[in-house]
């Protein structure tokens, strides 16, 4: 098929165009150019797929240059003709790479379809990129869990010394099947660790940590239980995995942008996983996460939420001058008004159901929740040093 348009030929020598036809013969794959002169259409060049040429736009024209193999200098056509140019760049240069065809839309469209491509290719990318940062947990095997969370359990040491206090972890296992999955692939161990610092701490695969000034400030074991669910959560939703996977796949991204990626590297991190999981927090989202799994267990075992709110808002109270200068968007954890919120609205929309749960739990357990929680005298804290303290200290020195 024969395909052709007005064009005006530039050989690179003679400043004047020649006028003429630009002729694309479809089934020989060649370009070629006829001056309009008295006598009839003269011939003068012919291009072939094989040629190396440039379509670009310029002003409301397209130019197809390219330099013939006797000529220095460039040779040109220029075309008004949009759907013909069209037709020589997907066709004449089929052959070519679809990545170096496609990129001619720069010359051959307009800047601004070019700009809309372009921020869509980076849209598409960010997003697929985002979707498999926050799915790529998914892909490690469940079994990984317990072998990161026992990779980075002496990483604990540095925030004080593991202590035993039996009674208290046996009455933290009697409840803990009320909390977990039903059929949930998860080990969980309870351990307290002697520190006057009110935290808990969930390391993936089950194992809890309660820090011991946590036990100590509550006012009953329903309010620990509570916090008890909420760490659950964690594990139960591999928040601490997915945080990991996702810092994982960032540096891999990162390293393989910037050339750095290596075996070496790869076998570092993974080695590296436990130490990396104690730098890295949960995020707002995977802390709300926890809330409602602590608030659906709680309203399922039949546990009201009473006993973590009043935890929240005793702290609350106790840190409130320290906190009023913390923005709360800065806080890692949701604001303590807001979790209270929360469960109340879970708590009073399932009411039903967990009335009917309780009448299910036993007597030992309801009176357990209503009691103060033990703490033996070994995982007994030290007093928080103040701001006065540490004013006299430093005056005597």
Same mark, same amino acid.
């Given at each position: ?54 379509? @670009? ?45 496609? %990129? ?19 849209? /598409? ?27 980075? %359990? ?19 296992? @009697? ?46 074991? %329903?309010?620990? /239980? ?8 964690? /594990?139960?939703? @591999? ?99 807001? @979790? ?58």
């Amino acid at each position: 098929m024969i395909h052709q348009a007005g064009a005006r030929y530039l050989d690179g020598v003679d400043p004047r165009p020649r006028v003429g036809r630009l002729v694309f013969d479809e089934a020989h794959r060649e370009l070629h150019f006829y001056e309009e002169a008295e006598t009839g259409d003269r011939f003068i060049c012919s291009i072939d797929k094989n040629q190396s040429i440039d379509i @670009r736009s310029r002003g409301g024209e397209q130019v197809i240059e390219w330099r013939p193999k006797t000529n220095h200098t460039s040779s040109m056509l220029i075309l008004n003709d949009l759907p013909f140019t069209r037709l020589i760049r997907d066709r004449f240069l089929a052959h070519k790479n679809v990545f170096w065809r496609y %990129a001619t839309l720069v010359w051959s469209e307009s800047l601004g379809k070019v700009a809309l491509a372009l921020v869509a290719a980076v849209l /598409v990318t960010g997003l697929a990129t985002w979707y498999f940062m926050e799915h790529s947990f998914k892909l490690i095997p469940v079994a990984w869990d317990k072998k990161v969370g026992d990779q980075a %359990a002496p990483g604990l040491k540095e925030f004080g010394d593991i202590c035993e206090s039996k009674q208290t972890v046996a009455d933290f296992k @009697r409840v803990l099947p009320y909390l977990t999955e039903k059929d949930t692939p998860h080990q969980f161990d309870i351990q307290i660790l002697k520190s006057p610092v009110e935290n808990a701490f969930a390391l993936p695969g089950g194992k809890i940590t309660f820090f011991a000034q946590t036990i100590k400030k509550a006012k009953t074991n %329903a309010e620990l /239980v509570g916090i008890l669910a909420h760490e659950v959560g964690h /594990v139960e939703r @591999r928040h601490g995995m997915q945080q990991l996977s996702q810092y994982m796949t960032l540096r891999v991204i990162l390293a393989l942008a910037f050339g750095m990626a290596d075996e070496t590297t790869t076998l570092a991190m993974a080695a590296d996983a436990g130490a990396i999981l104690f730098l890295l927090k949960n995020s707002r989202d995977h802390e709300r996460d926890a809330d409602a799994y602590a608030a659906e267990k709680l309203a399922a075992a039949g546990i009201s939420s009473r006993g973590i709110r009043s935890f929240f808002e005793r702290i609350g109270q106790e840190h409130k001058k320290e906190m009023s200068k913390v923005p709360d968007f800065i806080l890692t954890h949701p604001a303590d008004e807001d @979790r209270i919120r929360f469960f109340e609205r879970y708590e009073k929309k399932h009411a039903a159901k967990m009335k009917k749960a309780n009448e299910r739990l036993p007597d030992s357990i309801k009176a357990w929740l209503r009691s103060k929680p033990q703490l033996s005298a070994a995982c007994i804290p030290p007093e928080k040093e103040s701001a006065k303290d540490v004013e006299e200290e430093d005056s005597d020195e």
